[in-house]
């Protein structure tokens, strides 16, 4: 099925582990984006990518790092997980920032 | 950076009634989106408006760009219904994502 995958669905670390959550779409879309959802907040933009080999910084990039080797894949990494970092990421891809298409999340606790 | 509010937060209706969502956003967009998410679940595109009304199934959706705000009905409502509807709107035609609202949890009781 076409759409955006992401892999793991649900995690726990313990605080200073490192992990990488992995988004891919085969919808051949340029634009892909990692966003954060907390209890009472508007999802929140971490970083996002208009294209393979770029990268940019969203509204809260600090303590993440993205990588897009493939146009096909977008990398969210977390280098020392804080319990601040406790969320459900939501990675969604678009054509030419029109419609958006999102995955179904992943839920991460850092203990 | 853009200021969108949905109104109201929480919403419990009877089967059957027709349900009304507002967003208001305070600063000029390019296109505005309306997406549904169910308890647990990943986010749904429902309708992408740069003007005027848009319907599927139903929903309806209506945009007032004069007034920067939009409206998500949906009329005979049904319990599969219940979700959280949220409101994000785009500024410009730039690459940087969506400014999102807080999202209305609606619940439709039988």
């Known amino acids: 099925n076409a759409g955006v995958t992401q892999t793991p669905k649900f995690r726990v670390l313990k605080t200073g582990q490192s992990m990488t959550l992995l988004c891919a779409q085969d919808m051949n879309h340029e634009y892909m984006y990692w966003y954060r959802q907390d209890p009472g907040m508007g999802l929140r933009l971490i970083h996002y990518?208009?294209?393979?080999?770029?990268?940019a910084k969203g509204e809260v990039p600090d303590g993440y790092n993205v990588s897009r080797l493939k146009k096909q894949n977008f990398l969210l990494g977390l280098e020392s997980a804080a319990p601040s970092q406790t969320s459900v990421y939501f990675c969604?891809?678009?054509?030419?920032?029109?419609?958006?298409?999102f995955g179904s999340g992943t839920r991460l606790t850092v203990v | 950076k853009n200021e969108v509010e949905q109104s109201p937060q929480n919403l419990t209706a009877q089967e059957g009634e027709f349900i009304t969502i507002n967003c208001s956003y305070s600063v000029g967009i390019s296109a505005l989106h309306w997406l549904q998410q169910h308890p647990g679940g990943g986010i749904v595109s429902l309708f992408m408006?740069?003007?005027g009304k848009k319907k599927h199934g139903r929903l309806i959706a209506t945009i007032n760009i004069q007034e920067k705000h939009s409206s998500l009905h949906i009329t005979a409502s049904h319990p599969r219904d219940s979700a959280v509807y949220i409101c994000a709107v785009r500024e410009g035609g730039g690459a940087d994502g969506l400014t999102f609202g807080k999202g209305t949890h609606l619940i439709i009781q039988p």
């Open positions: 990518s208009v294209g393979e080999g770029t990268t």
């Open positions: 969604a891809s678009s054509w030419k920032a029109y419609g958006y298409t």
């Open positions: 408006l740069s003007s």
